[in-house]
């Protein structure tokens, strides 16, 4: 079946850290993979995305790169800001799925001052 | 732009009582809506897919005699829980797509509390 592992967290770091956030999965086939983030009090949004292998998504200073040799999709970014506190998921939508989306468990981000 | 809304944002409610949650794209129409449950520290769990015009379809394990859902409109689908019982407490999301494209677009969320 398809399924979505990510790092537990939360993930405590100071600001101007380098971040990571784990994330593997399990599919048939060649689905998509997101991350979407959860600010306090607000919807999930769209964080980045890639369709295909190799495909690298990237946004406000995030990234991740769709591995399919390690079916990983670790979000990175180099800096983080106080403002990246949040939950983070990754999530994947499987090929012909008619846009349903498999979430990970989420990740919790604080950035420390 | 592509903005889900959802009301009520919190509700708590007696056991044995029925819950209606709306779901709201205010600014696109989406053919496709999306019903998710979330538990404390958990993932996102999709109840139902709903489509304007036609039936929902209920994921594996989700009773849709317990979860009514209805898209009357590519603007609004409303899910229903009925007969409500403590078990059923839980964070409940919604999500559009706008018509043709994958991008889902998330509600904030309903908190319901069955006491």
């Known amino acids: 079946g398809n399924s979505v592992t990510q790092m537990e967290g939360p993930v405590t770091l100071s600001e101007e850290a380098f971040l990571t956030i784990n994330c593997t999965y399990t599919?048939?086939?060649?689905?998509?993979l997101f991350w979407y983030v959860q600010y306090p009090g607000e919807g999930l949004q769209l964080l980045l995305k890639?369709?295909?292998?190799?495909d690298k998504g990237s946004n406000k200073g995030f990234e991740a790169t769709y591995r399919k040799e390690t079916t990983s999709f670790h979000l990175e970014k180099g800096s983080v800001q106080v403002s990246d506190s949040a939950v983070y998921f990754c999530?994947?939508?499987?090929?012909?799925?008619?846009?349903?989306?498999?979430f990970g468990a989420g990740t919790r981000l604080a950035v420390h001052p | 732009g592509a903005v889900v809304s959802q009301h009520p944002s919190w509700v708590i409610c007696k056991s044995g009582t029925s819950v209606k949650i709306e779901c709201r794209s205010l600014?696109?129409?989406?053919?496709?809506m999306f019903w998710y449950r979330q538990f404390p520290k958990q993932s996102l769990m999709l109840m139902a897919t709903?489509?304007?015009?036609?039936?929902?379809?209920?994921e594996q394990g989700v009773e849709k005699d317990k979860f009514l859902i209805n898209h009357a409109s590519l603007t609004l689908s409303t899910l229903t829980v009925t007969s409500a019982h403590p078990e059923d407490s839980s964070f409940y999301i919604c999500s559009a797509a706008p018509s043709g494209r994958e991008t889902q677009y998330f509600g904030p969320g309903t908190r319901l509390l069955v006491l």
């Open positions: 600014d696109f129409q989406a053919t496709t």
């Open positions: 890639a369709t295909k292998a190799d």
């Open positions: 709903s489509n304007e015009g036609s039936k929902a379809t209920y």
């Open positions: 999530a994947l939508s499987p090929p012909r799925g008619y846009n349903k989306l498999i």
């Open positions: 599919a048939t086939g060649y689905p998509s």
